[in-house]
T-cell receptor, first 112, second 113 residues
């Protein structure tokens, strides 16, 4: 089966600019996650979707981050405006059940 | 709240050495436990998992046993290879609510030829 697709792979922006990331999960996976992985740290959940509804966004900085999952398939994560501390790898994952995510390769964001 | 603690890295070993990476967790209830591996420039890949106490997960020569009494899930491999060089993450999945994953900080393994 095809994996979780993410784009772009890399992005460099200046602080206060906006950026968007895209994720296409594995077909049939109802649950989709966005994680933020800062260098040297483990991934931290930003938001979890079940189909096109938000299940958990308790750690999403809602003043600057937003995410949507239209039609319960693809998802986009947006940051506006970006800060230096947003530099990280943004990982998308999807799952059919709770016993194992499949991760995409991630988008490495550098804010300068 | 729930948490995962991993041993600090980096861990540097010679090829064919024995590997142990310690992982302990704090959780209410009975979480599922996982090890993920991240090779340079790639995303996280599921290495192995265990869903209940005393289960042993294994894959590619790696294994880990779910020890409820010590709240541990240590990763072991009898003979590492250079190709095992990567970052290893221990994680738990909460068994209720959103079933979200909580990851440890990762342990970098470097295997020298």
């Amino acid at each position: 089966e095809a994996g979780v697709a993410q784009s772009p792979r890399y992005k460099i922006i200046e602080k206060r600019q906006s950026v968007a990331f895209w994720c296409n999960p594995i077909s049939g996976h109802a649950t989709l996650y966005w994680y933020q992985q800062i260098l040297g740290q483990g991934p931290k959940l930003l938001i979890q979707f079940q189909n096109n509804g938000v299940v958990d966004d308790s750690q999403l900085p809602k003043d600057r981050f937003s995410a949507e999952r239209l039609k319960g398939v693809d998802s986009t994560l947006k940051i506006q405006p970006a800060k230096l501390e947003d530099s990280a790898v943004y990982l998308c994952a999807s799952s059919f059940s709770r016993d194992g995510y499949t991760f995409g390769s991630g988008t490495r964001l550098t804010v300068v | 709240g729930n948490s995962v603690t991993q041993m600090e890295g980096p861990v540097t070993l010679s090829e064919e050495a024995f590997l142990t990476i310690n992982c302990t967790y704090t959780a209410t209830g009975y979480p599922s436990l996982f090890w993920y591996v991240q090779y340079p420039g790639e995303g996280l890949q599921l290495l192995l998992k265990a869903t209940k106490a005393d289960d042993k997960g294994s894959n590619k020569g790696f294994e880990a046993t779910y020890r409820k009494e010590t709240t541990s899930f240590h990763l072991e491999k009898g003979s590492v290879q250079v190709s095992d060089s990567a970052v290893y993450f221990c994680a738990l999945s909460e068994n209720e609510g959103t079933y979200k994953y909580i990851f440890g900080t990762g342990t970098r393994l470097k295997v020298l030829a």
